[in-house]
């Protein structure tokens, strides 16, 4: 069964506007933690913003935030005010399991991705 | 700092061959990951070590494929021999445990590898 569901293959967003980028996911762990990374046409992954699962808050990184929603397992990032620099393609990922000392459950479990373009 | 450095870039090799892929990871992390996007697909995860030892190999495909990691430092992954089914992307990532971090995962450029 897929872990981690990113709907939105593609979306297309003007300049300045926010986007919100879906990010759904499946686990039976009650410790887990949310990636979101973003790789431009460059090829590079760029960590952006993490939620633990324990985290009482939404995570926020500059212009980018997370939406977090437990009961619905979605773990939407959103990005405010949209650059041109913007576009590129979004990875969700998920890692189960606590963090160290357990060192074992660390591997990340990635959505396909969605493509976001940005238009002057 | 430097980061996760992959070489090569790119690779294009014959169906059969021999390729090896080399991962230097970020100067004191201990974990180093494999992981392979094929197109079209999601990145899926390879194996996992910490320092010098296999951690996870749960997502090698099959034993056409050996990763090593001598002394704990930089990682190579030796495909031998090549499918056509083995283009793709190829991801190398390091992470560092540190209290109360959140143990997120440094990626490399990757190397492109196609067989024809």
């Known amino acids: 069964a897929q872990k981690i569901t990113q709907t939105q293959p593609g979306m297309f967003v003007q300049e300045k506007e926010a986007v919100t980028l879906d990010c759904t996911y499946d686990?039976?762990?009650?410790?887990?933690?949310l990636f979101w990374y973003k790789q431009p046409s460059s090829g590079e992954m760029i960590f952006l913003i993490y939620q633990g699962s324990y985290d009482q808050q939404n995570a926020t990184e500059g212009r980018y935030s997370l939406n977090f929603q437990k009961a619905r397992k979605s773990a939407n990032l959103v990005i405010s005010a949209s650059q041109l620099g913007d576009s590129a393609m979004y990875f969700c990922a998920m890692r189960e399991g606590p963090t160290a000392p357990i060192q074992g459950a660390q591997k990340l479990v990635f959505g396909q991705g969605t493509r976001l373009t940005i238009n002057p | 700092e430097a980061g996760v450095t992959q070489f090569p870039s790119h690779s294009v090799i014959e169906k059969g061959q021999t390729v090896t892929l080399r991962c230097d990871p970020i100067?004191?992390?201990?974990?180093l990951y494999w992981y392979r996007r094929v197109m079209g697909k999601e990145i899926k995860f390879l194996l996992h070590f910490v320092k010098e030892s296999k951690q996870d190999e749960s997502g090698m495909p099959n034993n056409r494929f050996l990763a090593e990691r001598t002394g704990g430092t930089y990682s190579t992954l030796k495909v031998q021999p090549a499918e056509l089914e083995d283009s793709g992307v190829y991801f190398c990532?390091?992470?560092?445990?540190?209290?109360?971090?959140?143990?997120?995962?440094?990626f490399g450029p990757g190397t492109r590898l196609t067989v024809t």
């Open positions: 990532a390091s992470s560092h445990w540190r209290t109360g971090g959140t143990y997120e995962q440094y």
């Open positions: 686990t039976s762990d009650p410790s887990y933690g």
């Open positions: 100067s004191g992390h201990d974990n």
